[in-house]
Nanobody
Framework: QVQLVESGGGLVQAGGSLRISCAGSGRSFISRYTMGWFRQAPGKEREFVAAISWTGSIQDNADSVKGRFTISRDNAKNTVYLQMNSLKPEDTAVYYC???????????????WGQGTQVTVSS
């Protein structure tokens, strides 16, 4: 069982930046998992944002965030990050991190989920 805890969400103006984090809680070591970020806006389906391989050598980003968001990980700190730049009001959502044993963009590719952190971008 892997427990994930997100942090760093908040309110930011359009064009601003924010970095959110996801840490493995207690003895939940994430180093051998693919890690992903998803987001869910009110009334919408949860959607893929970004993923990173367990070594950190491969990243994948949704088209909607390419060039603006960067996923990274520090396995020594048991933490994965999402750096979000040039934020837009449409980026407003609850952001969830997830850990999985396979690679992909589907929710089913991930086995463990955090509780989410709210990101709100004002216009």
């Amino acid at each position: 069982q892997v427990q994930l805890v997100e942090s760093g969400g908040g309110l930011v103006q359009a064009g601003g930046s924010l970095r959110i984090s996801c840490a493995g809680s207690g003895r939940s070591f994430i180093s051998r998992y693919t890690m992903g970020w998803f987001r869910q806006a009110p009334g919408k389906e949860r959607e893929f944002v970004a993923a990173i391989s367990w070594t950190g050598s491969i990243q994948d980003n949704a088209d909607s965030v390419k060039g603006r968001f960067t996923i990274s990980r520090d396995n020594a700190k048991n933490t994965v990050y999402l750096q979000m730049n040039s934020l837009k009001p449409e980026d407003t959502a609850v952001y969830y991190c997830a850990a999985g044993g396979s690679w992909g963009r589907r929710r089913g590719d991930y086995d463990y989920w955090g509780q989410g952190t709210q990101v709100t971008v004002s216009s």
